[in-house]
């Protein structure tokens, strides 16, 4: 039995991915300021190198992506007694499942869950319904690419400027978060900045595949990322000599291309797992680097614990499949043993569990399992 932790077979997220000895080193040779006071070059410059990326004429660096996607509706929010925005989102999304209840407790925001089709994109239809009720009620609209729940699927640029449209449409402010938008871009062979064009406000992240230890970073306008600056240390989120942490997401930046072996992996671990008796996965249509596989007659945290004990660690989600992202750590060794792991346990699945309803999310799944998204 392989060891339980080994990083070659953890595929709960592409945040595992550790700094390696460049990134180290840029941090020890970094030079910093006080951020707080807007003299730290390091960071200073990684916000212009991100804003370029994306082409936004502004992006401000944050602790987590999580808390991009927090300032993104605060900032757009009116002044201090004028109402909050309804946020629409997902109901399958990042935001949906671990912002909502944020801005609810920090902007007094209200979610109104969106259906979402099997790409990811909102129903458009369903999505000009909550806007046309109460069409002038100030309003985000949020916007998921590459699709979490929907196994890392890539969104174009068309499907995000319909989405846009319709928001704008109506008034709102269109939110994108892109924590993996490099993933998006990559896969689609486009340029970032032709995926973030139709939005008000991007969130990107570094510290996915692109292996950054830590950072998020809210791109828009330059209003929008002032209002956010400030937001930002209003919640905490101002750190002084954060250029050590911007070194290592600069060398993260240089590392765009490599996305495209991770997708790589992806693919030969799909197909692996396809031929085994008993597995089902989710068939995104622009697949990126993450697999979601189910066993009938498993629920996903049972599937994830029987990996477990083959040292394959998955993440089970509450959609009723556990995940497998694919990130720079893996190989094709370890997509090998994932496979026979995964055939192992389906192998020992009864056939009296068989007829059991596999569609069912199991229990114990909830925000925790997501946590780690
Ligand atoms: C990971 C992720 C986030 C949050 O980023 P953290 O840096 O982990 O807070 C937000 N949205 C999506 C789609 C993500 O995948």
């Known amino acids: 039995m392989a060891p339980a932790d080994f990083p070659r077979l953890d595929f709960r997220s592409d945040t595992r991915t550790v700094p390696d000895a460049r990134m180290r080193a840029a941090t020890a040779a970094a030079e910093v300021g006080d951020d707080v006071y807007g003299d730290d070059p390091t960071v200073a410059l990684l916000e212009e190198r991100v804003a370029a990326l994306l082409g936004t004429e502004a992006a401000l660096l944050t602790p987590t992506g999580t808390m991009a996607n927090l300032l993104a509706p605060l900032a757009a929010s009116g002044p201090p007694g004028s109402p909050a925005p309804r946020l629409i989102a997902g109901a399958d999304t990042h935001m949906a499942f671990l912002e909502a209840e944020g801005l609810r407790r920090f902007g007094g925001m209200e979610l109104l869950p969106v259906e979402q089709r099997p790409d990811g994109l909102p129903d458009l239809d369903a999505l000009a319904a909550l806007l046309s009720t109460a069409a002038d009620a100030p309003?985000?609209?949020?916007?998921?690419?590459?699709?979490?729940?929907?196994?890392?699927?890539?969104?174009?640029?068309?499907?995000?400027?319909?989405?846009?449209?319709?928001?704008?449409?109506?008034g709102a402010h269109f939110?994108?978060?892109?924590?993996?938008?490099?993933?998006?871009?990559?896969?689609?062979?486009?340029?970032?900045?032709?995926?973030?064009?139709?939005?008000?406000?991007?969130?990107?992240?570094?510290?996915?595949?692109?292996?950054?230890?830590?950072?998020?970073?809210?791109?828009?306008?330059?209003?929008?990322?002032?209002?956010?600056?400030?937001?930002?240390?209003?919640?905490?989120?101002?750190?002084?000599?954060?250029?050590?942490?911007?070194?290592?997401?600069?060398?993260?930046?240089?590392?765009?291309?490599?996305?495209?072996?991770?997708?790589?992996?992806?693919?030969?671990?799909?197909?692996?797992?396809?031929?085994?008796?008993?597995?089902?996965?989710?068939?995104?249509?622009?697949?990126?680097?993450?697999?979601?596989?189910?066993?009938?007659?498993?629920?996903?945290?049972?599937?994830?614990?029987?990996?477990?004990?083959?040292?394959?660690?998955?993440?089970?989600?509450?959609?009723?499949?556990?995940?497998?992202?694919?990130?720079?750590?893996?190989?094709?060794?370890?997509?090998?043993?994932?496979?026979?792991?995964l055939a192992a346990v389906a192998a020992t699945v009864s056939v009296a569990r068989l007829t059991t309803d596999g569609d069912r999310p199991g229990p114990g799944l909830s925000l925790t399992s997501m946590e780690e998204a």
């Open 139 to 170: 309003t985000v609209v949020c916007l998921e690419n590459t699709s979490m729940m929907r196994s890392g699927n890539a969104l174009d640029a068309a499907a995000t400027r319909a989405v846009a449209a319709l928001a704008h449409r109506y």
């Open 175 to 341: 939110h994108l978060d892109g924590a993996r938008l490099a993933n998006a871009a990559v896969a689609l062979g486009v340029p970032l900045a032709e995926l973030a064009e139709p939005a008000d406000s991007v969130t990107f992240s570094v510290s996915k595949g692109l292996g950054a230890p830590v950072g998020g970073l809210l791109c828009g306008s330059r209003d929008h990322v002032a209002r956010a600056r400030e937001l930002r240390g209003r919640l905490g989120g101002s750190l002084h000599q954060a250029g050590v942490v911007a070194a290592p997401a600069l060398v993260a930046l240089d590392r765009l291309p490599e996305l495209a072996a991770d997708h790589e992996t992806a693919a030969a671990l799909a197909s692996g797992l396809a031929s085994v008796p008993g597995v089902e996965l989710m068939r995104p249509a622009r697949p990126t680097n993450m697999v979601m596989a189910r066993i009938a007659g498993l629920t996903p945290g049972e599937c994830a614990d029987r990996l477990a004990g083959h040292g394959v660690r998955v993440l089970p989600l509450p959609n009723g499949y556990v995940r497998f992202v694919t990130h720079r750590a893996h190989d094709m060794i370890g997509v090998r043993e994932a496979v026979r792991a």
